[in-house]
């Protein structure tokens, strides 16, 4: 996957001096560049994935918004407007905004903000594009400033990356960090330790398709250690996902993780070096950029959440930090292939507490859920609650107890059933920028032809 910001393109009937004719604009790039991957995921075996992102202060953000309206135009790219702070204060006291051409700096048009965040709202409950990221958070977290500023992100939002950098990420299956029915931070402590040492070898046996890449790789030498299995952790634990709990279990988890990698990051400075980059780096003290974490790293980003969705599936974990799709459900994964799946951790619950029987998973089997399982007591129901069951504001503190410790950003679908509305959706933009979230996905549920669950 690849992640193009369009931002310095001159927008659309710009004029070419130097040719007499006028640009064609960031769309009509992103319409080659959706060809060439379309072309070359037919000689393999993986579907090919772009990031598209575009700045909100660009004169062709409009078009931009609208691009994706049906399913059949750009389907190699995921979009994401890149919101500024200013945009925000702009939506929030209905401002005028300029929108400024890149070529020149010069102002193109001065527009109504919320004009734009409805249009952005609208096209998002239509079809789940554009997301949104806060383009501003992120880089007041960028390790390496006096590199230049982040612009883009991978196609699933976790990992904001300079241009040529690349992504490197591994996941810890919380499933298995589970014991006694308490998390095992003894095996957590030793599987981080190795995982990060592995992603720092990656870096260095990698073979790279381009000098730029390996250089600002090397330099910066960013990998991203993340989880999957949350859900699986929180139903072994018997906390439901929309409680304090669980966002306690959040926080604590990524808290220990990122604590854990960079000790293993110093420990590997201390032997390798530190990553070239580190000087004027965050990590710096002698910096101006200094950011008050005063240690040699081996790496200038050692944190990533990503949506594990192919390999959760291998793991047989959940994907990412996401709750329950459903409890019974059909994937489609590669090639059409469909996998059917009941619960196994509902299944042993059930067994635990003496509420398996033919007649249990039969229902569960035909409703998905057990909202309406009047038969099993409330407690079981509200730890085994499914996405569409779960309000938005949980979704989103779930999301931003894992970004409070991570380095880079947080992989997360905010999930809607088919009845929400469009203030629903702004309201959840709206909530993502005010929690210091660095970015926002939303669906809603039945909103595209094709979709990945199907419960």
Sequence with gaps: GTGFSFSRLRPKNDCVKTTKGVASGPISFMRVYNASTEEIKQGGTRRGANMGILRV??????DFIKCKKDDNTLTNFNISVAVTDKFMEAVKNDGEFELVNPHDGAVAKSVKAREIWTLLVENAWRNGDPGIIFIDRINEFNPTPQLGRIESTNPCGEQPLLPYESCNLGSINL?????NRKVNYDRMT????AA?????NIIDMNRYPSPQIEKLTKGNRKIGLGVMGFADMLAQLEIPYDSEAAIDLAENIMNFIQHETRKSSNSLAKLRGAFPNFPGSIYDKDSPNFKGVDMKLRNAASTTVAPTGTISTIAGAWGGIEPYFALYYEKSVMSGTILKELNPYLL???KRNGFYNDAIVEAITREGTLKDLNELPEYIRHIFVTSHEISHEWHL???AAFQKYCDNAVSKTINFSNSATIPDIADAYLMAYNMNLKGLTVYRDGCKSVQVYQA
């Excluded at 202060?57 to 409009?62: E, G, Q, T």
């Excluded at 990060?196 to 720092?200: A, K, Q, R």
């Design 348 to 350: 042993s619950t059930l």
């Design 57 to 62: 202060d660009h004169p062709d953000i409009v």
């Design 397 to 399: 503190k779930i999301q």
């Design 190 to 193: 030793k599987v981080i330790a």
């Design 175 to 179: 499933s298995r960090m589970v014991k």
């Design 196 to 200: 990060t040492h592995f992603l720092d």
